[in-house]
């Protein structure tokens, strides 16, 4: 499967902006997927993950109840959406999908990325 994440950019702290993954292929829906993040001078680290079917959901304590992870597997698209942002989610944004048991946040268990998209939050 291949990925292309696309919606990051400049936002204030406080704002919202929201996040897409496209994916190729026709089994999108087999595919666990997640959202993990990278800081200027730090290791990258999970955000979020969503089930193949869309009815599981796991979050990193950081971003519990301000990100929320969506999949639309008729479009063969995940999202996350994030509010309340603050200055220490500024980093590139990654997707990664995953085949196999539920769930999975460690960054080695994940076969096939996007190519990263920029978020800053400014304060």
Not at 14 to 24: E, Q, R, V, W
Not at 59 to 67: E, L, T
Not at 76 to 100: F, P
Request: one cysteine or more.
């Amino acid at each position: 499967v291949q990925l292309q994440a696309s919606g990051g950019g400049l936002v204030q702290a406080g704002g919202s902006l929201g996040l897409s993954c496209a994916a190729s292929g026709r089994t999108f829906s087999s595919y666990n997927m997640g959202w993990f993040r990278q800081a200027p001078g730090k290791e990258r680290e999970f955000v979020a993950a969503i089930s193949g079917s869309g009815s599981g959901t796991y979050y990193a304590d950081s971003v519990k109840g301000r990100f929320t992870i969506s999949r639309d597997n008729a479009k063969n698209t995940v999202y996350l959406q994030m509010n309340s942002l603050k200055s220490e989610d500024t980093a590139v944004y990654y997707c990664a999908a995953r085949l196999g048991p539920w769930v999975r946040v460690g960054s080695s268990e994940f076969h096939y990325w996007g190519q990263g998209t920029l978020v800053t939050v400014s304060s």
